[in-house]
């Protein structure tokens, strides 16, 4: 893939209504890529100290907001920690959309992208 970096805020560079800002705690379920959408990844959170922090920056900026389709196609695993979680690290995100982007199947994306350390899976 081909980077470009700028010191510029996304909200300089592109339309508000052309961004989505990627986030775990958005009520929009993201059912597909749309090539002429800015997908913004939000970045690494503390999920346990600074809940809602990304979607909170999303309405801030009037930013239209969605989320991986974890619940919608995996299940949760019985672990000994009781732990689930849908909060991704960027790369892992980055994963799950680039393999979706080359699959259309959000099952292979999230098997990509979702470590079985998350408290999630697949359906047999």
């Known amino acids: 893939f081909q980077m470009d970096t700028t010191q510029e805020s996304y909200l300089d560079l592109f339309p508000l209504d052309a ?11 993201l059912e597909d890529i749309d ?8 970045g690494l959170v503390d999920e346990s100290i600074h809940k809602k922090l990304t979607l909170q920056r999303a309405q ?5 907001t969605a989320r991986l389709p ?3 196609y995996m299940v949760k695993t019985i672990n000994t920690r ?4 849908e909060t991704l690290a960027i790369n892992q995100v980055f994963d799950v ?14 098997k990509a992208g979702v470590s079985s350390g998350k408290g999630y899976v697949l359906p047999d």
């Open 97 to 110: 959309l680039s393999t979706y982007y080359e699959t259309r199947s959000w099952p292979a994306a999230l």
């Open 82 to 85: 009781n732990y689930h979680s």
């Open 19 to 29: 961004i989505v800002y990627l986030t775990p705690d958005s009520e929009n379920v």
């Open 60 to 64: 801030e900026q009037s930013l239209q």
């Open 70 to 72: 974890i619940r919608e």
């Open 35 to 42: 090539p002429n959408k800015v997908y913004v990844l939000g």
